[in-house]
């Protein structure tokens, strides 16, 4: 009859329904016989959702049937937060589908904290229950370093991570079957903060990093090689030992494809340490020996590390990659040899620039263009005249800019006609010189972009030029904007203007004086406002400039200013104002001239000689002769350039000519 009477029960959903009123019909419906009874009162048990009926929900886990789980835990998902305690309860259940049904469950809810109640359960007898806790703490702390990598405060972040190693370093202590695992996270935990890691397993006493060996060697993704490489730039000598040791062993047996992929993981900077430090340990040379067995796309990166080795032992490989197929190699190898002294040997070069290949020459001629110097261009310069175009110009290209780092060399010794000279021939071979000089100027010192400045003066009749002159005189260094000034005069009347109002307005007397001696034609009245401002200068040489360009303007009646200035107690501005005198038609200041020929100052004798020389009338010429016994040399020499030029005479220093009656 009671058959009879549950039968009736489940004629329709409806009626299935209304019999699971309470918690005793649904506990009484979910250990039933019936299937459809057992689910209908799972999602009963559910919705209601009181602790006993949760628990008792676990339970089912042991039915071991599949559907019944899969609907046990479509129940139990929503309310998994509030039955922790219960799931941590029964994972010590006595039935083995619970324990690992908890498990499974509580890696979805767990946090860091909760790491370590995982760690009894990975001693279970049940090997299911084993792997899912495996699993649920890698879950676990996979999803919390997620957390903790946005997490602003960094000392919260740090004891957390201190916590985490702390607590699998013991695990991995406890025993060889816990080691694996223990040591597994670990590496785990390092990917997501490999400075940390290395750091903490160096400073914590007691550790044997071997522990560690199996797991870098079985594990072959980016991640886990990243770490151990990263280990070589902790700067910790005993981590840097085991990696060595660790690396040295997996090259033994492994292609270096994977391991260079890694390598161009890192930062240059750090890439720099990495393959300085295998240098150092020899390794390198066992990437170098499997060179050839890897394919050209890694065997150019393999080159560009090179540069961070002690190259000097690795002439013999460079040398062996000269006769590599693909260009981009041997043009590299080139390139290194290049860069050492005792690299290339006699007609390596040779051997390139006479190549049948196009694209070796190419990259022998680039090469060359920055690294090569004067005693290259014999070789050069037969490539001016190559069937290819391409080879020709890159050539004169290459001519060009030998011979601007020449032309830099020797700068000092140049004067500027012969500096005009060989700027406009350079600028003929190279039509980018221009454009060359002003890409390198920002990374220039001050006394190189002064010499780029002169450069640029010769080539003035270029609108690239005067460009580049133009943003030169904005410069923060006074000497450059100085420099920059002189070019002035290349401008056109409509561009100047505007430059002029910033030039003369500049902080430093150098900009202001070059840029008034650089003043051509009528300038506007503002800017002759400005010279009228600098004529009162306290700064001799612009002081000076003003006044002779005012003269030239037509403005008279700066004499007085002019003899002043020969007055002045500086030497500098007394000899400013000589220099005046020889500049313009004053014949009433000759007096002073003369008187100055007495000055204990040598600079202002000289410019009184210079200034007697360019105005004076023949009779006061005549009146240098007591100078040529002059102490100073450089008054000497003036005087008797003076003599020569207007008398046609040419004296021994210290000899006067014989004086005859007239």
């Given at each position: ?18 019999q ?8 009484t ?8 009874l ?6 009963a048990a ?33 309310h ?6 219960i ?5 010590s ?20 904290k ?12 049940e090997?299911q ?8 703490i ?25 916590s ?5 370093l013991?695990?991995?202590?406890s ?16 990917v ?28 072959t993704?980016q991640?886990?090689r ?16 085991f ?10 047996r492994?292609?270096i ?15 720099q ?17 499997k ?34 197929p693909?260009?981009e190699i041997?043009?590299?190898?080139l390139l ?16 390139a ?8 020459v ?10 090569g ?25 290459c ?22 000279r ?7 071979l ?15 010192s001050?006394?190189e972009?002064?010499?780029s ?25 006074a000497h450059?904007?100085?420099s ?8 056109s009347s409509d561009?100047?203007?505007?430059i002029l109002?910033?030039l ?7 900009v ?6 650089e ?24 002081r000076?400039?003003?006044?002779k ?33 020889g ?10 001239v003369?008187?100055?020929l007495?000055?204990?100052?040598p600079?202002?004798?000289?410019s ?5 020389r ?15 016994k ?9 005087v ?6 207007r008398l046609?005479?040419e ?12």
């Amino acid at each position: 009859m009671a058959d009879e009477q549950q039968n009736k029960t489940v004629v329709g959903a409806d009626s299935e329904r209304s019999q699971i009123g309470n918690v005793q019909d649904v506990l009484t419906l979910l250990f039933s016989e019936s299937r459809p009874l057992q689910l209908q009162a799972i999602a009963a048990a559910g919705q209601m959702g009181t602790p006993l009926l949760l628990r008792a929900l676990l339970w089912k886990y042991a039915d071991g049937v599949s559907i019944v789980s899969n609907a046990v835990d479509e129940a139990l998902t929503p309310h998994l937060s509030r039955i922790r305690g219960i799931l941590w309860r029964e994972a010590s259940s006595p039935m083995r589908r619970v324990r690992a049904a908890s498990v499974h469950l509580l890696r979805q809810v767990a946090g860091l904290k909760d790491v370590g109640k995982f760690f009894p359960l990975l001693d279970d007898y049940e090997l299911q229950v084993r792997d899912r806790t495996k699993q649920a703490i890698r879950e676990v702390v996979g999803r919390e370093l997620g957390s903790l990598e946005n997490l602003d405060n960094l000392e919260e972040r740090h004891q957390a991570l201190s916590s985490l190693y702390r607590d699998f370093l013991a695990l991995s202590a406890s025993g060889r079957a816990k080691q694996q695992f223990g040591v597994e996270i670990l590496v785990m935990i390092g990917v997501r903060s490999p400075n940390a890691f290395w750091h903490f397993l160096a400073e914590t006493p007691g550790i044997d990093l071997n522990l560690f060996s199996g797991e870098f060697t079985r594990g072959t993704d980016q991640d886990s090689r990243m770490l151990l490489y990263r280990g070589l730039v902790a700067k910790e000598p005993r981590v840097e030992v085991f990696v060595l040791q660790t690396i040295r062993n997996l090259l033994q047996r492994e292609l270096i494809s994977g391991h260079l992929d890694v390598l161009n993981l890192f930062s240059e900077t750090d890439k720099q340490t990495i393959v300085q430090t295998l240098d150092r340990a020899g390794l390198f040379d066992k990437f170098i020996a499997k060179f050839w067995e890897i394919n050209s796309v890694r065997q150019v990166d393999l080159l560009a590390m090179l540069k961070y080795t002690f190259m000097e032992t690795h002439v013999d490989f460079l040398r062996s990659c000269l006769a590599h197929p693909n260009t981009e190699i041997s043009s590299q190898a080139l390139l290194l040899l290049a860069k050492l002294k005792s690299g290339l040997q006699q007609g390596d070069f040779a051997k390139a620039l006479g190549s049948q290949n196009p694209e070796t020459v190419l990259s022998a001629v680039a090469i060359l263009s920055e690294e090569g110097t004067v005693e290259s261009l014999p070789a050069i310069v037969p490539l001016l005249n190559h069937t290819s175009e391409e080879v020709a110009r890159h050539a004169a290209l290459c001519v060009a800019r030998i011979s601007e780092r020449q032309l830099f060399s020797r700068f000092d010794s140049l004067g500027d006609k012969v500096l005009e000279r060989i700027a406009k021939t350079l600028h003929r071979l190279n039509p980018n010189l221009i454009s060359d000089i002003s890409a390198k100027l920002d990374s220039l010192s001050g006394k190189e972009k002064a010499k780029s400045v002169r450069i640029l003066l010769s080539l003035s009749t270029e609108q690239e030029a005067r460009e580049a002159l133009e943003t030169l005189m904005e410069d923060e260094n006074a000497h450059v904007r100085a420099s920059a000034a002189k070019g002035v005069s290349g401008f056109s009347s409509d561009e100047v203007a505007g430059i002029l109002d910033k030039l003369l307005q500049d902080e430093d007397p150098r900009v202001r004086a070059n840029a008034i001696e650089e003043i051509a034609g009528s300038p506007n009245q503002r800017v002759v406002q400005m010279l009228f401002q600098s004529a009162r200068s306290r700064h001799g040489r612009e002081r000076a400039n003003a006044l002779k360009k005012l003269w030239e303007l037509g403005y008279r009646g700066y004499e007085l200013s002019v003899a002043q200035m020969i007055e002045d107690p500086d030497p500098y501005i007394r000899a400013s104002g000589l220099w005046v005198v020889g500049e313009i038609e004053a014949p009433s200041l000759m007096k002073l001239v003369q008187d100055r020929l007495s000055d204990p100052q040598p600079i202002v004798r000289r410019s009184a000689v210079n200034a007697i020389r360019r105005k004076a009338e023949s009779n006061q010429v005549r009146t240098l002769f007591p100078l040529l016994k002059d102490p100073d040399e450089s008054v000497r020499h003036a005087v008797n350039m003076a003599l020569k030029e207007r008398l046609n005479l040419e004296m021994a220093p210290g000899h006067e000519p014989e004086q005859t009656g007239q």
